[in-house]
Nanobody, 130 residues
Framework: EVQLVESGGGLVQPGGSLRLSCVTS????????MAWVRQAPGKGLEWVSV????????YYADSVNGRFTISRDNAMNTLYLQLNSLKTEDTAMYYC???????????????????????RGQGTQVTVSS
């Protein structure tokens, strides 16, 4: 059974930082592209960042580019998202997502097909407020 367990969210002031983690199990983590998506209250899903299976290619939404960093530790089956220079508009539930197939090519968020990612965890809440 595929499991994705996110953690690391919390309440932080504008300009602060957080590091999100997604611990995975039930599949060969190193074979799949992974992504982070978020959903703000009353809004739809926003694809935030994508990373290829080896970790050498990373992509970001314009809204977070230069502030967020996606990474992965294939030995630990864990995906990360470093959030820096946080803004109030970053407040959302953050989820990690797994590519549906190992053949899915990592693409920038604006180009990917959401149907290529079919698994999310329970999410971790990030709240940016003074």
């Amino acid at each position: 059974e595929v499991q994705l367990v996110e953690s690391g969210g919390g309440l932080v002031q504008p300009g602060g930082s957080l590091r999100l983690s997604c611990v995975t199990s039930g599949f060969t983590f190193s074979s799949y592209a992974m992504a982070w998506v978020r959903q703000a209250p009353g809004k739809g899903l926003e694809w935030v960042s994508v990373i290829n299976s080896g970790g050498g290619s990373t992509y970001y939404a314009d809204s977070v580019n230069g502030r967020f960093t996606i990474s992965r530790d294939n030995a630990m089956n864990t995906l990360y998202l470093q959030l820096n220079s946080l803004k109030t508009e970053d407040t959302a539930m953050y989820y990690c997502a797994k590519a549906k197939r190992s053949t899915v090519v990592a693409l920038p968020p604006e180009r990917l097909d959401p149907h290529d990612y079919n698994t999310r965890g329970q999410g971790t809440q990030v709240t940016v407020s003074s």
